[in-house]
């Protein structure tokens, strides 16, 4: 096992080549860290920036064998990495944070909303379902309309389907591919906030100012931060955090996203064990970002400072959007992050402009 905190010239391993690990990397070299990328893909965004890169499954032994070789200590860019290959790795002594816990928890939503409950943190009333008769029975026992959705993968909108009537909530299981779900009750929300939190290996916990989110189509659009909120409304998304991030012994960056509801009350929607859309706008925001924070986490370094410096409208960029990169690199307070990603299909996350305000 390494000793931490990892000196400037140890080698950080990351599960996924996609924008997020390529942040990841970036920032990881700004510290001094190496990075050794294991990606499907050999022409990916965080493989192109890295300084090792393994090409292979995340499920292949002899590219995970390579990755171990190479590295001080490892984490992932994205939660639908194989619960089995973070095992795997953990066997041979290979220290991964967040830890498989985290994995376990985020991957299924099922457990995630138990695991939360069981730590004091609401959510909507949900019940899970494995055939087209209990998806009936969940429907009529949360009451209809209610939100059926896998229980394991799906992301931006996917693998999600709304039923209006319990009756049809058969037929919408076999639509989502006859798997286990969950139905979750509707949520009444005045808006949806995230919360940025990071957890390093002391214990000691940093949290960002929360963000204020927008979607369309199933996406996120844009996230405003700091978001206006009351010191009530600040108090309890930290103390959320705080719960979740100590009750998974958890090392590392989280995102939590949440429901503010109309009483005052906030819920959480869910939870990812990673840096997280919504944090983006901490580049340009923050002293110290999302990703910076994660790396010295998982290094065993001490946390940066998390307070806002500045206000940020940070703007996904979607599809063919990114070709307007010239006009946006002209505007003096925008700041542009492209992914290098060579195809720009419709409604893909290309990049992500953060349009920096002075604080109020």
């Given at each position: 096992?390494?000793?931490?905190?990892?000196?400037?010239?140890?080698?950080?391993?990351?599960?996924?080549?996609?924008?997020?690990?390529?942040?990841?990397?970036?920032?990881?070299?700004?510290?001094?860290?190496?990075?050794?990328?294991?990606?499907?893909?050999?022409?990916?965004?965080?493989?192109?920036?890295?300084?090792?890169?393994?090409?292979?499954?995340?499920?292949?032994?002899?590219?995970?064998?390579?990755?171990?070789?190479?590295?001080?200590?490892?984490?992932?860019?994205?939660?639908?990495?194989?619960?089995?290959?973070?095992?795997?790795?953990?066997?041979?002594?290979?220290?991964?944070?967040?830890?498989?816990?985290?994995?376990?928890?985020?991957?299924?939503?099922?457990?995630?909303?138990?695991?939360?409950?069981?730590?004091?943190?609401?959510?909507?009333?949900?019940?899970?379902?494995?055939?087209?008769?209990?998806?009936?029975?969940?429907?009529?026992?949360?009451?209809?309309?209610?939100?059926?959705?896998?229980?394991?993968?799906?992301?931006?909108?996917?693998?999600?389907?709304?039923?209006?009537?319990?009756?049809?909530?058969?037929?919408?299981?076999?639509?989502?591919?006859?798997?286990?779900?969950?139905?979750?009750?509707?949520?009444?929300?005045?808006?949806?906030?995230?919360?940025?939190?990071?957890?390093?290996?002391?214990?000691?916990?940093?949290?960002?100012?929360?963000?204020?989110?927008?979607?369309?189509?199933?996406?996120?659009?844009?996230?405003?931060?700091?978001?206006?909120?009351?010191?009530?409304?600040?108090?309890?998304?930290?103390?959320?955090?705080?719960?979740?991030?100590?009750?998974?012994?958890?090392?590392?960056?989280?995102?939590?996203?949440?429901?503010?509801?109309?009483d005052g009350r906030l819920l959480v929607n869910e939870i990812a064990p990673r840096v997280?859309n919504t944090g983006h706008w901490t580049q340009d925001g923050c002293e110290v970002d999302?990703?910076?924070?994660?790396?010295?986490?998982?290094?065993?370094?001490?946390?940066?400072?998390?307070?806002?410096?500045?206000?940020?409208?940070?703007?996904?960029?979607?599809?063919?959007?990114?070709?307007?990169?010239?006009?946006?690199?002209?505007?003096?307070?925008?700041?542009?992050?492209?992914?290098?990603?060579?195809?720009?299909?419709?409604?893909?996350?290309?990049?992500?402009?953060?349009?920096?305000?002075?604080?109020?």
């Open positions: 096992m390494p000793s931490f905190p990892l000196a400037p010239g140890s080698t950080i391993g990351i599960l996924g080549g996609g924008q997020l690990g390529r942040m990841l990397a970036l920032a990881a070299a700004r510290l001094g860290f190496d990075v050794a990328i294991l990606e499907r893909d050999a022409d990916s965004p965080a493989g192109r920036s890295a300084t090792h890169l393994i090409v292979g499954g995340y499920d292949d032994e002899t590219a995970l064998a390579r990755l171990a070789e190479l590295t001080d200590v490892v984490t992932y860019e994205f939660e639908n990495v194989p619960a089995s290959s973070v095992e795997w790795l953990a066997a041979r002594g290979v220290d991964v944070a967040p830890g498989p816990r985290a994995l376990a928890v985020a991957q299924d939503r099922v457990n995630e909303k138990t695991f939360l409950n069981g730590r004091g943190v609401a959510t909507v009333a949900f019940a899970a379902a494995d055939s087209s008769a209990s998806a009936v029975e969940a429907v009529e026992r949360i009451g209809a309309p209610a939100l059926m959705k896998t229980r394991r993968e799906g992301y931006d909108g996917k693998g999600q389907r709304w039923v209006e009537h319990a009756p049809d909530a058969a037929r919408i299981f076999e639509a989502l591919g006859s798997v286990p779900v969950i139905v979750e009750a509707p949520a009444d929300f005045v808006r949806e906030l995230s919360i940025i939190a990071a957890r390093g290996r002391d214990g000691e916990i940093a949290v960002y100012p929360l963000g204020e989110n927008h979607h369309e189509n199933g996406v996120l659009r844009r996230t405003i931060a700091p978001a206006q909120a009351s010191q009530g409304l600040k108090d309890q998304a930290e103390k959320i955090a705080r719960q979740v991030l100590d009750g998974l012994q958890y090392v590392g960056v989280i995102g939590i996203e949440l429901f503010e509801m109309k997280h999302q990703f910076e924070q994660h790396i010295r986490a998982v290094a065993g370094w001490p946390l940066g400072p998390s307070q806002a410096r500045s206000r940020v409208e940070m703007l996904n960029l979607l599809g063919e959007e990114a070709g307007q990169w010239r006009r946006l690199a002209a505007e003096p307070d925008a700041r542009l992050h492209l992914y290098g990603k060579r195809d720009a299909k419709p409604g893909r996350k290309m990049g992500h402009v953060n349009k920096v305000r002075p604080l109020d």
